[in-house]
């Protein structure tokens, strides 16, 4: 493991002395926006964390090995480097990139997996994968729901991605016994929005609250982790009733076009950016940075 693992420097010494630090996926960096902003956005993001009070740990597998905090260089190289030779890592396939070699992104299931072997109980994202609209159907459910009830690490998004059936997301979620605790109000939000028009399981108002709740289940000897739900600061969101036309728009286009399995989410995404004139990227930047904000003060307690 310790030939498998490769901390930075940073990252070493702030578990070695107790500080908190908050893990970052890799994915939004490769296969999220282009270069140079992908490189801009993990700057800020990391930046964020540290004025949080915690130490970032983007991860990334890089040539077959995990890297647990990358230094300026390789995040500069990871992002400089064309999407279609990084790896896209969840769980069924980062131990082969690992025994291959590769150069490879971690989604949530997988940065989850690297996190927990590292030691570090809390990470930041922008949004989870879920339940695709018609799963009963494709059976299309994204990895991260059942990493969740696995994994004992606490996870802190703005929701699962509003281009999924989150009500059955949500189902999944209670079927797996992961804990969702939306932050500082009674709703789930939606990603870009701050409301989904569902009603979340937990509220909790107090990070340090949220940071007891990962003990206690620890404690009672509770597998997993906890979703914690966070919105989209209100100036920054695009309303639930702007973007429900806008997603069914660009899902009837994905289907009219025959876009299926792990096509979809690329395409849908370019495609929201383009009828919202990139006000959904902005968002995504401006939930992320909320997300590390929030992450930092549950890692501190």
Not at 135 to 156: H, R
Not at 207 to 220: D, F, G, N, S, V
Not at 262 to 280: H, N
């Amino acid at each position: 493991m310790k030939d498998l693992l490769a901390f930075s420097p940073e990252v070493e010494a702030a578990l070695a002395t107790g500080k908190p630090v908050v893990a970052l996926e890799s994915t939004i960096i490769t296969h999220g926006m282009p270069y140079p902003q992908n490189l801009d956005v993990a700057r800020k993001v990391e930046a964020t964390v540290r004025d949080g009070g915690a130490v970032p740990a983007t991860i990334a597998v890089i040539k077959g090995q995990i890297h647990i905090g990358l230094d300026d260089a390789t995040l500069e190289a990871l992002a400089a480097t064309p999407g279609d030779q990084v790896m896209k890592l969840s769980r069924a396939d980062l131990a082969a990139c690992c025994a291959m070699g590769r150069t490879g992104a971690t989604t949530v299931a997988a940065t989850m997996i690297c996190a927990a072997l590292a030691g570090i109980r809390v990470f930041a994202t922008g949004g989870i994968g879920g339940v695709h609209r018609g799963a009963e159907l494709s059976f299309d459910i994204s990895a991260d729901l059942q990493e969740l009830a696995l994994t004992p690490v606490t996870v802190v998004a703005a929701g699962a991605k509003a281009i999924l059936d989150l009500p059955k997301t949500l189902e999944v979620l209670e079927t797996l016994g992961v804990p969702v605790i939306a932050f500082g109000q009674d709703q789930l939000p939606a990603f870009w929005s701050r409301d989904s028009g569902l009603a979340a399981p937990l509220r909790m108002d107090d990070p340090a609250q949220i940071a007891a709740a990962a003990r206690m289940r620890a404690e009672l000897g509770l597998s997993g982790g906890q979703l914690v739900v966070n919105p989209i600061p209100e100036a920054c969101e695009i309303p639930r009733a702007t973007m429900i036309p806008v997603v069914e728009q660009a899902l009837a286009e994905a289907e009219d076009q025959g876009i299926a399995a792990k096509s979809v989410t690329p395409f849908l995404l370019q495609r929201i950016f383009e009828l919202t004139d990139g006000r959904s990227l902005d968002a995504n930047i401006a939930l992320v940075l909320n997300n590390a904000r929030l992450a930092a003060r549950i890692a501190a307690a």
